[in-house]
T-cell receptor
Framework: AQSVAQPEDQVNVAEGNPLTVKCTYS??????LFWYVQYPNRGLQFLLK??????LVKGSYGFEAEFNKSQTSFHLKKPSALVSDSALYFC????????????FGSGTRLQVQP | EAGVAQSPRYKIIEKRQSVAFWCNPI?????LYWYQQILGQGPKLLIQ????????DSQLPKDRFSAERLKGVDSTLKIQPAKLEDSAVYLC??????????????FGAGSRLTVL
């Protein structure tokens, strides 16, 4: 079985400050991990993914995420938040074998205050 | 390239009525997914197709939901009869052939269903 937990319903941060959105996962084998962002009345947009290799992955709009196998975490980060980053962020996981689809977390709303 | 197309964008129906949603994936994408996103929750997989075959429909409420992808291209998701708890956004996504699991899902804008 595969699952994702996003422990924070909402994260508030001031513009220009660093941000972190937390994600932990559970899979039987090795994980493929993804972050997606959702703006109001829009579909989900891909930000970045971890498949293998370097634990720090860089994605769109200046976002990055760090894979930590021992803590089974894949936290999303950005050094300096923008008001336009305010949106709903979803972490997702699937196992590296088989044909199972992505399992998504419950989402974290990021609010960046000017 | 054109994105994943979905229609209608919005639909309001009474409970016990039926509704159908249509999805046209990105050209050449063999794998197609339907997800249900209830307000305040993350997307939940309803059904996964590989070409015109079903890979996973274990979470599809088959007493009221059905889906097909007859020619391995576009797909239709139907709900009959609808219940209040079916109010949600129905998201369609697709990935390329030979889905290794590392491929990125591309999502459509979604179809928002309100059941009164």
């Amino acid at each position: 079985a595969q699952s994702v937990a996003q422990p924070e319903d909402q994260v508030n941060v001031a513009e220009g400050n660093p941000l972190t959105v937390k994600c932990t996962y559970s899979v039987s084998g090795n994980p493929y991990l993804f972050w997606y962002v959702q703006y109001p009345n829009r579909g989900l947009q891909f930000l970045l993914k971890y498949i293998t290799g370097d634990n720090l992955v860089k994605g769109s709009y200046g976002f990055e995420a760090e894979f930590n196998k021992s803590q089974t975490s894949f936290h999303l980060k950005k050094p300096s938040a923008l008001v336009s980053d305010s949106a709903l962020y979803f972490c997702a996981v699937r196992e590296d074998t088989g044909r199972r689809a992505l399992t998504f977390g419950s989402g974290t709303r990021l609010q960046v205050q000017p | 390239e054109a994105g994943v197309a979905q229609s209608p964008r919005y639909k309001i129906i009474e409970k016990r009525q039926s509704v159908a949603f249509w999805c046209n994936p990105i050209s050449g994408h063999a794998t197609l997914y339907w997800y249900q996103q209830i307000l305040g929750q993350g997307p939940k997989l309803l059904i996964q197709f590989q070409n015109n075959g079903v890979v996973d429909d274990s979470q599809l409420p088959k007493d009221r939901f059905s889906a097909e992808r007859l020619k391995g291209v576009d797909s239709t998701l139907k709900i009959q009869p609808a219940k209040l708890e079916d109010s949600a956004v129905y998201l369609c996504a697709s990935t390329q052939q030979g889905d290794s699991g590392a491929n990125v899902l591309t999502f459509g804008a979604g179809s928002r269903l309100t059941v009164l």
